[in-house]
C-alpha cells in the first residue's frame, strides 16, 4: 500500500498552513509562533508539510519524478510530527505518516541519501546507529555491579540506546540511570553487549525493513530473558518500543516506561527522595518522541465512508499528541528542591523540535544545529540557566550548537539533575 | 516554461540563490501549474527589483502570502513573500500596527491583547496574513474591509513604491484618506476582479480597543483546548428565535445598543463545527443543536470594561433576546463550549474546522449588504442546496448559510457555503453550477451584484465598472505583467 493509502489525507490539504505554526490558541506573540524547523530555514512552501503532501498527491497522480531538489525537501525533515500535531488541531487527515511514506517510497526506488545509506549499512553490520563506535556497547557498566539481564532474572530491563552506549560525553546519562536505579532499590539490568538498536531511527530515516529487523531481535532478546518491563532513557528508544514495536505486532504485553516516567513514579512511590538543592532556573524540552510522537498506537482497520465526508467506518481514531508523556518530566524536577522551573512558548504537543531527527543530524549537520540554536534562544528568553531533555539525541545536538554560537546556557539530561538531588 | 539561464540568473541576483527555484518538484506544492520560478523576496526593495525584471521580461508574476488561495495562470513567476514577516510598527497612540505581508493574524492579535488592543480578523483565520482585508467574526466592533487599512505600500505593477494616505507625505501610518494620495479605490486586496494589480509590501491596520484578558487561560492539549475560567466580564451564548425576523429584530436591535462584541449569525451547523474535535463528535452535535434550536439564530459574544458594563451589556442583551422571542442554546451555556466557541470566534476565526474538515473543500458565495436583505436571498440559496445535499454530493449542514453585522449592524455581511470532497469533480461541477446559479438569482432579483456574477450583464447594469476598472488596470500595468486573481491570503 505505501503512499497510495494516504492518497485521500494528501488530497485533504487546503494549503491552510496551520502546520507551519503553533497551534493558532498558542501563539503568544510574534516571536517562536512557528513549529516546523523545515518550512522555516528553507522558506519553499513544499517544505512544509501542506506542501509536502501536496507533492505526495501530485506524483502519486503523475508518478515519482525525482529531482535533487525533491530529495533535498525530503530528508530535510526532521519527522518531528509538529505538523501533524497543529493540522489535527482541526482537521482529520494523516500527516506524518504520508511524510514519511515518502520517504520510505524514496529510499525503496534507492533515492537515498549518502550518510543515511551510511548509517544504515553500520546498523546492519554492527547493530548500531553510530558508525565508527569502538569498543563494546556495555563497557560503560564496567565495576557498577549492573546485572546482565540475559542472564540474571530482572524486574525492569533497561535499555540504555545506542548513542547513551557508545558516547564518551553522554556514557554518563547511563551511569547517572544506573545509579538513580540502584539507589531506589529497583531488581533492574542490562543486557550488556547483548544489546542491540532499536531500530527506530532506521524507520526515521525511511528504512523500515532494517528497522523491523532490529525490532524482531530485541523482542526476541525481550522474551528469552523474561523481561516484562523496559526501560528506556533515550526518546527515540522510547517511541521504537512504545509505539512502533505495538505497531508492527511485536510488542505483546510488554510494559515500556521512559526512564521520567519511572523516575516519576518511584518518587510517587516513596522509593527515591529527591533532597538535595540543586539551585538553578532550568526550563524543560519536550524531545518529540517522547511527546507527541510517544502517544500510544491505536490499531485501527476500515474503509471509507463513500460520500461527500473524510470519514470512515470505523470512524478513525487520530493520534493528535494529546497523549504523550508531558507531565511525569515536569513532575520530576518539580520535586527537586531549589530548582526554578520555567516553561518556554513551545512545549507539549507543539514543541519545536531539537533538530536531531529523522536522520537530519546526520544527514545535514548544519540545519539541525541551526534547529537547536532556535531552540536554545528560547529557553534563554524564559531565564533559565539550563535547558534539561529526556533524550541523549537532543542533548549531543544542543551541546554541539551552543559549542559553535556561544551561549552560556547549560544542558542537561533529566538524569543527571535527579542523581544531582538524591 | 522555464527561464532562460541568464534572466534566472538576473532574479538570483536580487533574493541571493537560496531564495529561488524553478526545480519542478517544489511547484505542486503551491498550485496545480509549473511557475517559471518561485521567488522569496526579503523587502520591498526586492519586490521592487523582481517586479522591475519582470516588466524587462515581460513576465507575468502573482504574490501570494500564507498561500490558502488564488489562482494562478502557468509559467509565471510567483513571489512568495514568506521572508517578509515583519511587524514594523505597533502605534498605540494612533492605533495602527504596520506589518509585512507574511505577519499572520494570530501573531499580530497576541501582540495586540498585551496592549488591550485588538483588530479585525478576517474569517480566513488567525493562520492568514494579518494584512488581509476582509471580514471576520468580530466585524461588529472591529469593522471590516478598507475601513481597516489605512496607509499601504505598494509596489505597482511597473516596480514603483507608491505610498498611500498619510504615509504619502509624512512618515507616519495613521489615516488611508492623506494628506498624502488617497487611493483607497484602487487599494483593494479583497475580492476579484479588484484585486489591485502588483504587491502589497506593508499595511498599516487600524486596532481597536479590546476589554478581553491579555492572554486567554488555555489548558488542556489540542484538539481540545479549553479556558481555565471564562474570563471576566465576557459571555458568550447561542440565541435561536422563531422565524428570521424575528432573529433580525433582535440584530438590529442589539445593533443600536451597541453591547455586542461580537454578534455572528452562525447556524447550527457551524456551531457544532466549531466545538467538537473530529467529524464524527460533529455531526453528532449537529443533530443534537438542530433538535434544540427553534430555527434561525446567532452567536454573540459580550465583553465588558467592568463588572457594571458587562452587567448593563448583558442586562440589554437578554431583555432584546427576550423581546424577539430568543432562547439561549443551553448546551453552549456548558462554561467547557462557551471557552472553546469564544477562543474559536476570537483567536481561531473558526475557519478550517466549519470549511475544510468535513468534506477537503469548500466553495463559498459572500455578500455584503443590509443583513434582512441579504438574508432572503440567502434561504433561496439555501434551498437550492438541497438537492445536492440529497445526490450525496455536498456535506449535509440543513441547507444552512450565515452572516454577521459590521460596525453594530450598519452593515452586514451573509454567507453561504457548500462543502465537498476535492476528490469528486461531480460534487465539484455542481457546486460551481449551483454558485453561478445563485449569482445570477442575487443579480435578477436584485438583491446585489456579485463580483462573481454575470459580470457580461453586471457590468453594464452598474456604470460600466468593469471596463473602468480594466482601464485602471491597463495604465498601472502597461506590459500586462501583474493579472488579476484572486486574494492576498
Ligand atoms: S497539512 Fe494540514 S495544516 Fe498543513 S496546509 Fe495541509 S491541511 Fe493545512
Ligand atoms: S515533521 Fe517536523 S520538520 Fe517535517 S514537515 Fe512536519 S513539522 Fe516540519
Redesign the pocket.
Known sequence: MGLEQYKGDME?????????FIPMQKVKGHQYAYVCPSISRYNFHAY???GR?NIGAAMLKDGMKYTDKLLDIVYNCQLCGA?GV??NYA?D?E?LEPINEFRIKCVEDKKTHPALDKIIANLKKQGSMIPGAKGKRGAWAAGLKIKDATKEKVDVLYHVGCLTSYDKNLQKLAKATAKILQKAGVNFGIAGDAEMCCGGRAYQMGYPKEFLNQAKKNMAMIKKAGVKTVVTSCADGYQAFKVLYDRFDLKGELKVLHISEYIDKLIRDGKLKPRRKVEMAATYHDPCRLGRLGEPWVHWEGKKIPGDRFVFDPPKPYRRGANGVYEPPRDVLKAIPGLKFTEMTRIKEYSWCCGAGGGVIESNPEFAKWTARERIEEAVSTGAEALVTACPWCEKIFNEAIKESGSSLKVYDIVELVEKAI | MALKKDVYKEFESVVGEENICDDPAIMPAYYSNKFAAVILPGNTAEVQAVVKLCNKHKLVFRPICTGWSGMFPPDIILMDLRRMNHIIEINEKNMYAVVEPYVISSQLQAELFKRGLNFCIKGAGTNCTAMLRGHGHMDQTTSGDDRNHLAIEWVTPEGDIVRSGALGSSDEWFCGDGPGPSIRSILTSAVPPGVTPGVFTKAAVKLYHWPGPSEFPIAGHSPKYVLSEIPANMMARYYSFPSVEKMWQAEIGLGEAEVCYELMGFNAAMVAANITTCNEEDEAMFNRLNKEVQGPGFFVIIAGNSPADFAYKKKVLEKIVEEAGGKSLKTLEDPELEGIIMCQCIRISAS?RET?RPGGAFNSIPIMGQRDLTIKWAIGAGEAKKPLIEKGLIVDDGGAFFGWGVEQGHLGKTEIFCKYSPSNPTAKAAVETWQREQNRRAFEERYFASTMGPQDEIGPALCNYSQWWSKVVKALDPNGVSPEGGSLV
Do not use: D, Q, T
Open positions: 485533504m490539504c487546503c494549503r491552510c498552513s496551520a502546520c507551519k512544509s508539510a501542506g503532501l505538523c497543529s493540522c482537521m487527515m500527516v | 478550517i475544510f
